[in-house]
């Protein structure tokens, strides 16, 4: 983000925040009756070009779990997966004086059957740098604690943020991580929720 604009560019990624699984059963093999191998080469050039600054997300999925509920309220706990901003531009192709930075917004929950709504305002987060990607850069900072109350996630919020000079010549690669907290009423309709949090990153 260049400080003295807020023209924006960038990307989202988005992923659900309930875990889905699925099972099956691997069909019993024919007997073997040969083997053969083949080897696998490949070249790779030195990169040329301009580069890009891109975001990645460990896993599309995360689930939260019960604890630390009270009579008063029931509290579920998480951890956005590992987000990732990697630069491969040139030096001379980084603007002046600009920064990137990854915002978060998450949606409402709906139940299965989408009879019940808990508000993305009761989701909460706290960011965190990767220990060996980011943590302990002074170019590199993690946005604030959001409490999981008005407004939560339910605006964008700031994941981190990196000044993209500094961080281009400091390897050009930084994850962060947050750990997510939902805190609803004690009297909650029971069921199977699910929202999405969408990260954008821009510069």
């Given at each position: 983000?260049?400080?003295?604009?807020?023209?924006?560019?960038?990307?989202?990624?988005?992923?659900?925040?309930?875990?889905?699984?699925?099972?099956?059963?691997?069909?019993?093999?024919?007997?073997?009756?040969?083997?053969?191998?083949v080897?696998?080469?490949?070249?790779?050039?030195?990169l040329t070009?301009?580069?890009?600054l891109?975001?990645?997300?460990?896993?599309d999925?995360?689930s939260?779990?019960?604890?630390?509920s009270?009579?008063?309220?029931?509290?579920f706990?998480?951890?956005?997966?590992?987000?990732?901003?990697?630069d491969?531009?040139?030096?001379?192709?980084?603007?002046?004086?600009?920064?990137?930075?990854?915002?978060?917004?998450?949606?409402?929950f709906?139940?299965?059957q989408?009879?019940?709504?808990?508000?993305?305002?009761?989701?909460g987060?706290?960011?965190?740098?990767?220990?060996?990607?980011?943590?302990?850069?002074?170019?590199?900072?993690?946005?604030?604690?959001?409490?999981?109350?008005?407004?939560?996630?339910?605006?964008?919020?700031?994941?981190?943020?990196?000044?993209?000079?500094?961080?281009?010549?400091?390897?050009?690669?930084?994850?962060?991580?947050?750990d997510?907290?939902?805190?609803?009423?004690?009297?909650?309709e029971?069921?199977?929720?699910?929202?999405t949090?969408?990260?954008s990153?821009?510069?």
């Amino acid at each position: 983000m260049n400080k003295n604009s807020l023209a924006l560019r960038g990307s989202a990624i988005a992923f659900g925040a309930v875990l889905l699984a699925s099972a099956g059963t691997a069909a019993m093999a024919d007997d073997e009756q040969d083997t053969r191998t083949v080897d696998v080469d490949v070249e790779i050039e030195p990169l040329t070009g301009p580069g890009a600054l891109a975001m990645t997300v460990e896993s599309d999925t995360t689930s939260l779990t019960e604890g630390g509920s009270t009579d008063l309220e029931r509290v579920f706990t998480g951890t956005l997966p590992k987000v990732t901003v990697t630069d491969t531009r040139t030096p001379d192709d980084i603007p002046a004086g600009a920064f990137w930075y990854v915002m978060g917004t998450a949606s409402d929950f709906h139940d299965e059957q989408g009879e019940h709504t808990i508000e993305a305002s009761r989701l909460g987060w706290s960011p965190q740098l990767v220990e060996g990607e980011g943590e302990g850069e002074p170019f590199v900072e993690v946005g604030g604690d959001v409490a999981p109350s008005d407004p939560g996630l339910a605006d964008q919020e700031l994941l981190y943020l990196a000044d993209s000079a500094e961080a281009n010549a400091g390897g050009g690669r930084f994850s962060a991580v947050a750990d997510l907290k939902l805190l609803v009423p004690a009297d909650v309709e029971a069921g199977s929720y699910s929202s999405t949090i969408t990260l954008s990153l821009f510069e």
